[in-house]
């Protein structure tokens, strides 16, 4: 079923990039083996998160036109439970995402979550781990930050930006669900609303009473999205997160969250992220593939 397919995909056939992630998403036989034959790569993926209607779609149809400019390739990876990227309210005031489906330098899929538990498909790092060898310059992942689930997948990319609007009920809901410190960057967008430079002034002084350990406080990047206003400053911000040297630790550790993350879906094993960053600590081959690391600890009937 996989014959040929990692081939096709290296060499940017997005035929067979959405047929092996069907086939991931679905866990046909032979999935598992198929993951650990991954090459590592070295692409970024990029979380977009934050509560929902905050504008993360039309953030991302702006950062596809920004990257598309640049002569970037661009993936797309939509984890969203209420509205799939080519549905409902979407084709309004965003036609130009339609023009993206035809566009052979953007690839975008949306990941069903209908009837799952924490409104997350359970495939989601596997695919945009499939998504990482398909040659693309950036791969973005919505996903609505509401509950813990969807917090939690958002932290696994390697920047995460975390979108808010100027409205107080907003940002309560984003601390309340732990969204605010799993952001590399905030984006502040709909900001032809009134009240955002409160908002931000409130965001910057909060983050200074350091509900988020970091030394570097955190860019905060006003947009309004649907005018593709502030769009090239946080292509900018991305530019500078993707290129800033992660510390070796910090790289080790995102890394031992997704796996810790993987495993703790399918078996419940006494394991925390410390005891994985450790072991990761210890191994002499610094890229790892993900699924290879993992076959310890998946059990059979999962693979
Ligand atoms: N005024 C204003 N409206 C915006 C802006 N950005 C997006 N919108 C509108 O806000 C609404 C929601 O935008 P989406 O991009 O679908 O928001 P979303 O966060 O992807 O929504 P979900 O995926 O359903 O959580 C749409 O009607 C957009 O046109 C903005 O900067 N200013
Ligand atoms: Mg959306």
Same mark, same amino acid.
């Given at each position: 079923m996989f014959e040929n397919l990692l081939t096709r995909i290296t060499s940017g056939d997005q035929q067979a990039l959405a047929r092996a992630i069907s086939l991931v998403e679905n866990e046909a036989p032979g999935y598992f083996d198929w993951l650990k034959k991954l090459p590592v790569t070295?692409?970024? !993926? %990029?979380g977009i998160t934050g509560p929902p209607g905050s504008g993360k779609?039309? !953030?991302?149809d702006g950062l596809i036109e920004g990257l598309l400019q640049k002569n970037k390739k661009v993936g797309v990876l939509c984890v969203d439970p209420s509205s799939p990227f080519h549905q409902g309210a979407l084709l309004g005031d965003r036609i130009r995402m339609n023009e993206w489906f035809t566009n052979p330098n953007v690839f975008i899929r949306s990941l069903s979550s209908k009837g799952r538990l924490g409104g997350l498909n359970p495939r989601t790092l596997a695919i945009s781990e499939v998504m990482k060898v398909a040659g693309f310059d950036a791969i973005l992942i919505e996903t609505v930050g509401v509950g813990q689930n969807e917090v939690e997948i958002a932290s696994l990319a390697d920047t995460t930006v975390v979108v808010l609007v100027p409205e107080s009920g907003d940002s309560m809901q984003a601390i309340k669900s732990g969204l605010l410190e799993?952001?590399? %960057?905030?984006?502040?967008? $709909? &900001?032809?609303?009134?009240?955002?430079? /409160?908002? /931000? $002034?409130?965001l910057s002084s909060a983050?200074?009473?350091g509900f988020k350990k970091n030394e570097n406080p955190i860019p905060i990047v006003k947009t309004n999205a649907l005018l593709r206003k502030g /769009?090239?400053?946080?292509l900018s911000e991305l530019e500078k997160a993707s290129t800033k040297e992660k510390k070796h630790a910090a790289g080790n550790r995102l890394f031992a969250q997704r796996a810790w993350? @993987?495993?703790?879906?399918? &078996?419940?094993?006494? !394991?925390?992220?410390?005891? !994985? @960053?450790? @072991? %990761?600590e210890n191994m002499p081959e610094r890229k790892l593939n993900l699924y290879l690391f993992l076959e310890k600890y998946i059990r059979q009937e999962f693979k």
């Open positions: 070295d692409v970024k !993926l %990029i779609s039309t !953030l991302v799993v952001a590399d %960057i905030f984006v502040v967008n $709909k &900001c032809d609303r009134p009240g955002a430079d /409160i908002f /931000i $002034k409130n983050m200074a009473r /769009i090239d400053h946080l993350y @993987e495993i703790q879906r399918y &078996c419940m094993k006494d !394991l925390t992220v410390e005891m !994985l @960053e450790k @072991e %990761i």
